[in-house]
């Protein structure tokens, strides 16, 4: 048997003994402040503590001692040597990524007019479906599953030209878009009812996952800005043989409602959950957040925990949820997760980088914004992790003569004595001469209009794709393939907040203007 040997005066005392070890005055050795002697269980079981040691402390080796030496008779007890277990880690190949599509994404339209969620372009040239699938990539996990439903032609195009070939090795892997169908039956006429319902209606192909052992299944969601290694997040799920682990973050009194809130104990065990609770109820979900290490200034300003909607199911745990457990439950935040909460280990892992649900028109174009200051909280850029999307092959950008400050100007755009100042300018934009560009997203152009197309459409009277001379825009969201003529005014001028006017090419939605894809804003319009 491994043993160290401690070897003591009989009938002895230890004093003084300190934090880091018994001593007699200032000299220490391993354990916790104790007073005893040799024939006191209390002594005993504070040596054999203050013996167990985790991977921060150094390792005891086998046969190490520690020996008191005295003059009398010496009495020598042998203790067993904690064993060191180690850490089963967790294997990315018995890991699926679930990544849902979105559902109709009214909270993002116009934008979603034509385009599912996850589709929408961010940051100049990504899709926010890039964020799961690249996260996903950069942790080792290559069995990847999308459920579309919505609008999903444009995505499921750029999922085939961005992930099928180009470059990124699967291995043994996948990426494989499960589309809402139609199946024979009174229930299979119904399309996605819900998160969790669209999981259920494909539950047969995540049953063959199982037995590809499949051990835990990722559900992740199309809309969110972060950069997260999935890999810590899988392995505090199985260090704590959790059932259900919630991806969490402290967030503040203002968006609080917005989500799914948490209640936890001194373990990081969830105890109550409640979805985008309000009045009351969303009080009763304050907590002290400085027990997830905020200082107590960060705690006073953000008192909830909220659910990212990133969660980790043990396979065995998801599909008996679904399909036996709660058959008709539809959604994971509102019912799902809050019923598990009762019956299931559920586990709250902590989130402490940049993440942003970007399910508004107002965080989207707060967030793509926030990509253009000096410091930014959130990159696209880590030579280490990066952010995969679609290869376009487009020519540098040309920029003659033009004022930029705190902007991101993508690839394949033409720029002439202009002015950009945070703004994002999206691939293959155009922007003429004398233009004034201010706090604005433009999502740029699908394809190019020659300088021949563009001066037959001028001196026809009808505008190019682009924005024309000497318009002026600012507090804006300009959708792809936009026409802009020249003379125009797009300010906002009377602070309107909320307006639908379709007919001209544009709506308002918290204040912000956008204007809508393949519209024509014809020449010295104000707006």
């Known amino acids: 048997m491994d043993s160290c040997c401690a070897a003591l005066k009989a009938n002895s005392h230890l004093v003084s003994a300190r934090k880091d070890g018994f001593g ?17 269980s209390v002594w005993l079981n504070h040596l054999t503590n203050s013996l167990r040691t985790d991977k921060k402390q150094n390792k005891i080796k086998t046969g190490a001692s520690a020996v008191l030496i005295s003059s009398t008779p010496r009495e020598t007890l042998t203790l067993p040597q904690p064993r060191l277990v180690e850490k089963r880690r967790v294997d990315p190949k018995n890991v699926a990524s679930i990544i849902l599509g979105g559902g109709a994404g009214t909270h993002l339209f116009p934008l979603t007019r034509r385009a599912a969620t996850p589709a929408v372009p961010v940051g100049g040239c990504y899709k926010l479906i890039d964020i799961p699938m690249s996260n996903s990539i950069n942790s080792g996990i290559n069995k990847i599953f999308v459920l579309t439903q919505f609008n999903s032609a444009s995505l499921n195009r750029h999922l085939a030209r961005t992930y099928y070939g180009n470059g990124i090795n699967f291995g043994d892997g996948f990426v494989e878009v499960l589309a809402a169908t139609q199946t024979s039956g009174e229930a299979g006429k119904k399309w996605f009812q819900g998160t969790a319902d669209a999981v259920r209606q494909f539950i047969w192909v995540f049953e063959d996952a199982k037995n590809r052992d499949i051990e835990n299944i990722l559900i992740l969601c199309g809309d969110h800005l972060y950069r997260m290694d999935y890999m810590e997040f899988l392995q505090s799920h199985a260090d704590r043989n959790a059932d259900i682990t919630i991806s969490c973050m402290a967030v503040d009194n203002s968006r609080a409602s917005d989500y799914g809130l948490v209640k936890i104990d001194g373990r990081g065990r969830i105890v109550h959950f409640a979805e985008k609770p309000k009045g009351a109820d969303l009080k009763a979900m304050q907590t002290d957040t400085t027990l997830l290490g905020l200082s107590p200034q960060e705690a006073m300003r953000s008192p909830y925990i909220a659910s990212m909607g990133v969660y980790v199911f043990k396979t065995e745990v998801l599909l008996k949820l679904l399909r036996w457990r709660y058959p008709t439950s539809n959604d994971f935040g509102s019912e799902i997760i809050p019923a598990a909460v009762m019956e299931h280990d559920v586990q709250a892992y902590i989130f402490r980088d940049y993440w942003e649900d970007i399910g508004t028109i107002k965080s ?94 001028l001196a026809e009277g009808k505008v190019p794709i682009g924005i024309g001379r000497n318009t002026k825009i600012r507090n804006c969201i300009i959708d792809k393939n936009a026409k802009i003529g020249k003379d125009v005014v797009i300010v906002n001028k009377d602070g309107v907040q909320e307006a639908d006017r379709p007919e001209d090419g544009f709506y308002i939605r918290s204040g912000i203007t956008i204007i809508l894809e393949k519209a024509t804003i014809e020449d010295g319009k104000v707006i």
């Open 24 to 40: 007699n005055g200032d000299n220490a050795f391993l354990g916790e402040r104790v007073r005893g002697s040799l024939n006191s």
């Open 364 to 457: 989207f174009y707060e967030a793509n914004l926030a990509l253009t200051e000096e410091f930014p909280k959130f990159e696209f850029y880590d030579p280490k992790t990066p952010f995969y999307t679609s290869p376009r092959y487009l020519p540098p950008t040309k920029i003659d003569k033009c004022r930029i400050k705190d902007a991101i100007i993508s690839h394949g755009c033409f720029l002439r004595e202009c002015t950009v100042q945070h703004s994002i300018v999206g691939e293959r934009s155009r922007l003429d001469y004398g233009v004034e560009l201010q706090d604005t997203v433009m999502l740029g152009a699908d394809n190019y209009q020659t300088e021949s197309e563009i001066a037959s459409l």
